[in-house]
């Protein structure tokens, strides 16, 4: 019995250390870019902020929306539809960014309603009594 634990405990600590020295490399990789960048002249955070910032925290509160899975609902669905307005807002002001035109933000707004309108659609797309299956036309 004692010879399991000890298997059950060095598999578990090999796992661990994968996942961790993944994370460690990205941000190893991740600084580096940002200093080669630096040292270039150019502000590659200055460029990348509204996506690392805004998008990335909606990147993270969609996650659920992908697990909401028919019968392995995530209790953390709701987060996807805060998710989809961040990650357009973002996305949003990184375009808006690259042109230098944020004026036209008072016409793209109107994409943000539309995300969120989107996401509840497809969080809600296994349900078997939601109106989008619908087809046809009801007299």
């Given at each position: 019995?004692?010879?399991?634990?000890?298997?059950?405990?060095?598999?578990?600590?090999?796992?661990?250390?994968?996942?961790?020295?993944?994370?460690?490399?990205?941000?190893?990789?991740?600084?580096?870019?940002?200093?080669?960048?630096?040292?270039?002249?150019?502000?590659?955070?200055?460029?990348?902020?509204?996506?690392?910032?805004?998008?990335?925290?909606?990147?993270?509160?969609?996650?659920?929306?992908?697990?909401?899975?028919?019968?392995?609902?995530?209790?953390?669905?709701?987060?996807?539809?805060?998710?989809?307005?961040?990650?357009?807002?973002?996305?949003?002001?990184?375009?808006?960014?690259?042109?230098?035109?944020?004026?036209?933000?008072?016409?793209?707004?109107?994409?943000?309603?539309?995300?969120?309108?989107a996401d509840i659609m497809y969080v809600r797309r296994f349900e078997e009594n939601h109106p989008i299956h619908a087809r046809?036309?009801?007299?």
């Amino acid at each position: 019995m004692n010879d399991e634990t000890t298997i059950y405990k060095a598999q578990e600590k090999a796992v661990m250390g994968r996942s961790m020295s993944g994370t460690a490399t990205a941000l190893i990789v991740g600084g580096g870019a940002l200093l080669i960048a630096n040292l270039a002249g150019f502000s590659l955070l200055e460029f990348l902020a509204p996506l690392l910032f805004i998008g990335g925290f909606g990147l993270l509160l969609i996650q659920p929306a992908v697990r909401a899975t028919g019968p392995n609902q995530s209790p953390w669905v709701w987060l996807a539809v805060p998710g989809s307005f961040f990650l357009t807002l973002g996305s949003l002001i990184f375009l808006m960014g690259i042109v230098d035109h944020f004026e036209s933000f008072a016409y793209a707004w109107a994409l943000l309603p539309a995300a969120v309108v989107a996401d509840i659609m497809y969080v809600r797309r296994f349900e078997e009594n939601h109106p989008i299956h619908a087809r046809g036309t009801k007299i």
